[in-house]
C-alpha cells in the first residue's frame, strides 16, 4: 500500500514562492514516477510536473521556469518548488505516485496566490 501526505501550501502574494512536499510511505517510491497535479474550482485536475524515476521531469507550459520538481529518494519526498506565483496558479495541488497500471493520491493541500 501507498500513503502520500503533502504539505507546504498556504496563502501567498503575486510573485512569491512556496514549497511543497509529499511524503510517501511504502516501498514503491523510489521505482515509480512522481507528478504533481492541481485542480482549481470548476476545472479539471491537470498535470503540472512530473518526475519519472531516473530524474527525468517534464512541466505544463504554463509553469515552465517557474516551478521546479525534484525527488529525495533517500526521504521518500518528491518536492514542489514554485516562484514567481501567480493568482491562477490558486487550487488544490495534489501528489500522485504512478507505478505501472496503479496510481496513488494524496488528499491535496490548497494554494492560494492573492493578487
Known amino acids: 500500500q501507498v500513503r502520500l501526505v503533502e504539505s507546504g501550501g498556504g496563502l501567498v502574494q503575486a510573485g512569491g514562492s512556496l514549497r511543497l512536499s509529499c511524503a510517501a510511505s511504502?516501498?514503491?517510491?523510489?521505482?515509480?514516477?512522481m507528478g504533481w497535479y492541481r485542480q482549481a474550482p470548476g476545472n479539471q485536475r491537470e498535470l503540472v510536473a512530473a518526475?519519472?524515476?531516473?530524474?527525468?521531469?517534464n512541466y505544463a507550459d504554463s509553469v515552465k521556469g517557474r516551478f521546479t520538481i525534484s525527488r529525495d529518494n533517500g526521504k521518500n519526498t518528491v518536492y514542489l518548488q514554485m516562484s514567481g506565483l501567480k493568482p491562477e496558479d490558486t487550487a488544490v495541488y495534489f501528489c500522485?505516485?504512478?507505478?505501472?497500471?496503479?496510481?496513488?493520491w494524496g488528499q491535496g493541500t490548497q494554494v492560494t496566490v492573492s493578487s
Open positions: 500522485n505516485l504512478h507505478r505501472n497500471a496503479d496510481t496513488w
Open positions: 511504502g516501498r514503491l517510491f523510489t521505482i515509480s514516477a
Open positions: 518526475i519519472t524515476s531516473d530524474g527525468s521531469t
